[in-house]
């Protein structure tokens, strides 16, 4: 009997860490690769720079092996400089939005479907990511308290990625296209964006996740 509850003891951790949910804020800066052909005031055009340089909040929920990845960008800039302010729809001429990102993972599936939407469609495009090559750099980083390797890979464009990953949480997951590595990503380094962990919501059980939409189209990124 004694060695039987011994046994159970020892079992229960892996349990709760291989049955346990996360919810981690990330904060994205990205950088900007060329100026932007703006049209419309000088005051509207200084806002988007403005708005550009302003890191954006990402949050991805992981529960069960599958995972939704979402951003949450600045609201749409209007231009309300302008002498002709209004058209014929009754809407600013000149309007400036970043897109938001929204991606649902699977755990039976290597890739990512991410929501888009245009004038015409919405729809999801199913992307598998890839990764030419990749190399373990030397040292060794904490980010929350959490020891990480950093390792490098080369992406599809042949650019150079910097990631890190901690194994202390044995999850394979993390912001958006960097979820295939061997634990949870907390931090990128590309040309054109850093993503770094801001915080990490440790949550015992399992919590519903938010369902892909059934009545949209899912098209291949090749297509």
């Known amino acids: 009997m004694n060695k039987i509850y011994i046994a159970t003891l ?9 049955s346990q949910s996360l919810k981690i804020e990330y904060e ?11 049209a419309g005031s000088e005051d509207f055009k200084k806002k988007i720079i403005e708005t550009d340089n302003q ?11 599958n995972s939704v990845y979402e951003s ?3 609201p ?4 309300t400089k302008e002498s002709d302010i209004v058209d014929v729809t009754k809407m600013y001429k000149n309007s400036y939005q970043i897109q938001s990102i929204k991606l649902f993972k699977f755990k039976d599936q290597p890739g990512a479907y991410s929501y888009k939407k245009t004038k015409n469609e919405e729809f999801y495009e199913y992307l598998i990511p890839i990764f030419n090559e990749s190399k373990k750099l030397e040292g060794d980083d904490k980010i929350l308290n959490y020891p990480c390797k950093i390792i490098e890979v080369v992406l599809s464009n042949h650019k150079k990625a910097k990631v890190w990953y901690t194994d202390e949480l044995p999850i394979k997951t993390g912001p958006m296209s960097y979820f295939n590595f061997p634990g949870v990503v907390l931090r990128v380094e590309t040309d ?10 440790n949550i015992s059980s399992n919590i ?6 059934k009545n949209l189209k899912v098209y291949e990124k090749a297509k």
């Open 28 to 38: 994205v800066q990205f950088k900007s690769q060329k100026p932007k052909e703006i």
């Open 192 to 201: 054109f964006m850093t993503v770094t962990t801001k915080n990490i919501e």
């Open 10 to 18: 020892l079992f229960l951790p892996f349990v709760n860490v291989f």
């Open 72 to 74: 949450f960008p600045p």
């Open 208 to 213: 519903e996740l938010e369902t892909m939409n």
């Open 55 to 65: 890191p954006q909040k990402h949050i991805l929920t992981y529960s069960d092996g």
């Open 76 to 79: 749409i800039i209007y231009d």
